[in-house]
T-cell receptor, first 108, second 113 residues
Framework: GQQVMQIPQYQHVQEGEDFTTYCNSS?????IQWYKQRPGGHPVFLIQ?????EVKKQKRLTFQFGEAKKNSSLHITATQTTDVGTYFC????????FGTGTLLAVQP | GAGVSQSPRYKVAKRGQDVALRCDPI?????LFWYQQALGQGPEFLTY????????KSGLPSDRFFAERPEGSVSTLKIQRTQQEDSAVYLC???????????FGSGTRLTVV
C-alpha cells in the first residue's frame, strides 16, 4: 500500500539554527499537505501544495513539492522555541496518508 | 461551531466494553475523517464521509469498528468489545472538500484496561 516516509525522525537544534524535514512517497501524489502537532496537541494544518515543483513560503517556513510529485520538504530558517513539535507531511492519492513525522526539539 | 469538537476528551474502558466517540465537525464541512493515532506515531486513516455517505472505510482495523454520520453532520465512531490494542487517540477532522486542508479536533484518548 501507499507509504509516506519522513526523515529524520528526530532533530534537535539550537535556537537560531535552520531545520529541514524531508518527505517521500512510494506513489505519485495529487497534492501534499503539511501539519504541525505540538506535544499533547492535535495536528494543525499548515499548507497544501498541488503543482509539480511548487514552492510556498510562510514567514520562516519554506515548503517545496518535488517535480515528480513524490517528495516534499519543509525548511525552517532560524528556528525558535515556538517551532517545537512534530511536523507531518500527508500525501493524497485516494485518501490522505500521513507520514511518519519529524519531531523537532529546539534548545534555547 | 468555530472548530471541530470531540467528546469525551478521555475515555477509560474495561476490556470487552463497547465505546462511542462523538465528533461535531465545523458547520458546512462536507468531508469528515476519522484517524487513529498511537503514541509517537502519525495519524492512521480509519474512514471518510462525504455528507452522510461513508465513501471509504478501508482503514477500520476490524469489524468491531463502526462509524456513522446519519444526517451529514455529527459523526460517531463505535468500537465494540474493546481490546487493549485499541488504546490510542482517536482524531476527527473535517474539511470543506476532500483534498482541502483538514481541521482536526482535540481527539479522544481511549485507554482500554
Amino acid at each position: 500500500g501507499q507509504q509516506v516516509m519522513q526523515i529524520p525522525q528526530y532533530q534537535h537544534v539550537q535556537e537560531g539554527e535552520d531545520f529541514t524535514t524531508y518527505c517521500n512517497s512510494s506513489t505519485t501524489l495529487s497534492n501534499i499537505q503539511w501539519y504541525k502537532q505540538r506535544p499533547g496537541g492535535h495536528p494543525v494544518f499548515l499548507i497544501q501544495l498541488v503543482k509539480s515543483g511548487e514552492v510556498k513560503k510562510q514567514k520562516r517556513l519554506t515548503f517545496q513539492f518535488g517535480e515528480a510529485k513524490k517528495n516534499s520538504s519543509l525548511h525552517i530558517t532560524a528556528t525558535q522555541t515556538t517551532d517545537v513539535g512534530t511536523y507531518f507531511c500527508s500525501g493524497a492519492t485516494n485518501k490522505l496518508i500521513f507520514g511518519t513525522g519529524t519531531l523537532l526539539a529546539v534548545q534555547p | 461551531g468555530a472548530g471541530v469538537s470531540q467528546s469525551p476528551r478521555y475515555k477509560v474502558a474495561k476490556r470487552g466494553q463497547d465505546v462511542a466517540l462523538r465528533c461535531d465537525p465545523i458547520s458546512g464541512h462536507v468531508s469528515l475523517f476519522w484517524y487513529q493515532q498511537a503514541l509517537g506515531q502519525g495519524p492512521e486513516f480509519l474512514t471518510y464521509f462525504q455528507n452522510e455517505a461513508q465513501l471509504d472505510k478501508s482503514g477500520l482495523p476490524s469489524d468491531r469498528f463502526f462509524a456513522e454520520r446519519p444526517e451529514g453532520s455529527v459523526s460517531t465512531l463505535k468500537i465494540q468489545r474493546t481490546q487493549q490494542e485499541d488504546s490510542a487517540v482517536y482524531l476527527c477532522a473535517s474539511s470543506v472538500g476532500h483534498w482541502r486542508g483538514y481541521t482536526f479536533g482535540s481527539g479522544t484518548r481511549l485507554t482500554v484496561v
